[in-house]
C-alpha cells in the first residue's frame, strides 16, 4: 500500500494550496481516508476525513469552512483544498487511511504517506 502526498509548497497568507493524496496498492472502498498535519514542536492533529465509498466528510472544528476534502474514485486520489490559509496552518500534512474510525485520532489509521511541508507566510 503506498500513499503519496503532494501539492504542498510556500504560499502567502490568505493564499490557497491543494493536496493530493495517491493511493495504490489495493482497494481502499471501504476505507476511510484522512488528512493530519504536524507543525513543529506540536503533536500531529487531524485535519479532515472522507470516507471512500459514500463521500461523507467530517472536518476539525477549527478548520471547517476553509478546507475541504474530496476524493475521486476513479483516480484513487484524495484532495484537500485548503483556502485563507494563515500561519499557523504551516505544517507537514500527512494522507492516511483508516478502516474504520473509532477513536477519531491517529490511531485509527493504518496506512500513511510521507507528507508533504505546507508553508504559509506572514
Known amino acids: 500500500v503506498q500513499l503519496q502526498a503532494s501539492g504542498g509548497g510556500l504560499v502567502q497568507a490568505g493564499g490557497s494550496l491543494r493536496l493530493s493524496c495517491a493511493a495504490s496498492g489495493r482497494t481502499f472502498t471501504n476505507y476511510v481516508m484522512g488528512w493530519f498535519r504536524q507543525a513543529p514542536g506540536k503533536e500531529r492533529e487531524f485535519v479532515a476525513r472522507?470516507?471512500?465509498?459514500?463521500?461523507?466528510?467530517y472536518y476539525a472544528d477549527s478548520l471547517k469552512g476553509r478546507f475541504t476534502i474530496s476524493r475521486d474514485s476513479a483516480k484513487n486520489m484524495v484532495y484537500l483544498q485548503m483556502n485563507s490559509l494563515k500561519f499557523e496552518d504551516t505544517a507537514v500534512y500527512y494522507c492516511a487511511a483508516a478502516r474504520a474510525i473509532r477513536r477519531g485520532d491517529s490511531s485509527d489509521y493504518v496506512f500513511w504517506g510521507q507528507g508533504t511541508q505546507v508553508t504559509v507566510s506572514s
Open positions: 472522507i470516507t471512500w465509498n459514500l463521500g461523507t466528510t
